[in-house]
């Protein structure tokens, strides 16, 4: 099941549970607006390539449309569109005033020099800049994309409308980013984790860990969840996969991964396949790189008691029903809602003109964490359903419930 068809069977499974009326759970799904445009650029070599991009704007009944933007070969309409509607609930659940969106470029990133990428993200801003805004559409990085991605966008739509460092968020500190902010999603994870064991009366130390991805949230989620005394057994990138049931250490895993650009030949631990990673021995296992990695083939084989979804839309709709008997999954759009709700700090530091210290920023991030966490428990007790259920209906409930007070009209 595709990313889309998946994100749009739990919002009508979340529809049917709140008994939302036929024509308003049709008008939550359609997207605001869908963008699509020609991205024409000179090659370094004097050549003209063209890349195709995407800005799906899904829902504005809460605030202005928030999402990232990604560079990746496959980026499709499909799963811009899963994105964007997913960002939709993920903000109602981190109840910040937002609503969704999420862009991208079909383009391998690491094929382009940096001059490449700049003039790709300059020509991507030209053909968009009329239809984001501080208060319409806020974008962010995402998979293939940074701080410097962002600063560019900043510098071109400023060009248009004057200098507005509120326009996207993830920028570098010096051009208005936050504090805070590359740890952001990693550390949301933290607190998410903390909450869901602090349920079964378990803390993050002495817990037995295994992370897929050791890109920006699940390298910081590894530094993170070491430093409070959890053990990080294995892990995974793209160039491998290593482990050591003595706990890895994750210090000097970040700098070998640094100095090597990637894990693979690390000494601290063994290396083992990747695709037995998810059904590694372990207490909490948390998907941090692409979506559909649990599966109806692999959930059954799953060993981990608590599964934290840190990237997008890892688990099908089939291993929820598969591995739910077995394993608690904490839902992506809460698990990793750090990520949008420093973006949402950071923002309101910019329209403010006043920048906050990095322990206010965190001190917000556990807060506001921890309270959709509660808020979720609470939907799940009202509705006699799972988390992931209690997250899609406490999301979707609070755009609908926007969406009628604004004048909705049956």
């Not at 490449?116 to 968009?128: C, D, G």
């Not at 160039?239 to 090597?260: C, P, R, Y």
């Not at 904490?330 to 910019?350: C, H, K, M, R």
Request: overall charge negative; charged content about 20%; proline content about 4%.
């Amino acid at each position: 099941m595709n990313a889309l068809a998946a994100t749009s069977r739990n919002f009508k499974q979340s529809a049917k549970l709140l008994g939302l009326d036929s024509k308003l759970e049709k008008s939550l799904l359609i997207p605001f607006r869908e963008i699509k445009v020609e991205c024409t650029i000179p090659k370094d070599d004097g050549t003209l390539a063209s890349y195709v991009g995407f800005r799906v704007q899904h829902d504005n009944a809460r605030g202005p449309m928030k999402g990232g933007i990604r560079y990746h070969h496959e980026v499709d309409p499909d799963e811009v569109n899963a994105l964007a509607q997913l960002m939709t609930w993920k903000t109602a659940v981190a109840n910040i005033p937002y609503g969704g969106a999420k862009g991208g470029i079909g383009c391998s990133p690491g094929d382009l020099s940096s001059s490449e990428l700049e003039r790709l993200t300059r020509v991507f801003t030209q053909k968009i800049h009329d239809l984001i805004g501080i208060h319409t559409d806020v974008p962010a990085p995402d998979m293939g994309t940074n701080s410097q991605t962002m600063a560019w966008i900043l510098d071109e739509y400023s060009k248009f409308h004057g200098y507005s460092p509120a326009v996207v968020t993830g920028k570098p500190v010096d051009l208005g980013g936050s504090l805070g902010r590359d740890a952001a999603t990693g550390r949301g994870v933290l607190f998410a984790t903390e909450a869901l064991l602090a349920e079964h009366g378990k803390g993050i130390a002495g817990q037995r860990f295994v992370i897929q991805g050791f890109g920006n949230v699940g390298s910081w989620a590894a530094q993170l969840i070491s430093k409070a005394g959890g053990k990080v057994i294995a892990i995974s990138d793209v160039t491998g996969a290593i482990k050591n049931v003595n706990g890895l250490d994750i210090a000097q895993l970040m700098k070998h991964s640094s100095e090597n650009r990637g894990i693979k030949g690390f000494h601290g631990g063994d290396a083992i396949d990747p695709s037995a990673l998810l059904t590694e021995e372990c207490d909490v296992l948390i998907p941090a790189a692409l979506g559909g990695v649990i599966n109806k083939d692999n959930a059954n084989d799953i060993k981990a008691k608590y599964i934290i979804e840190a990237a997008n839309h890892p688990t099908d709709p089939e291993a929820d029903e598969a591995s739910q008997i077995r394993v608690l999954i904490l839902p992506d759009i809460l698990a990793n809602s750090g990520g949008v709700t420093v973006s949402y700090f950071e923002w309101v530091q910019n329209i403010q003109g006043f920048m906050w210290d990095e322990e206010k920023v965190n001190a917000e991030l556990r807060t506001y964490m921890t309270r959709a966490f509660g808020d979720v428990k609470q939907m799940c007790r009202s509705h006699n359903c799972d988390l992931r259920m209690g997250a899609f209906t406490l999301g979707v409930n609070r755009v609908a419930r926007a969406t009628v007070l604004r004048g909705w009209e049956a």
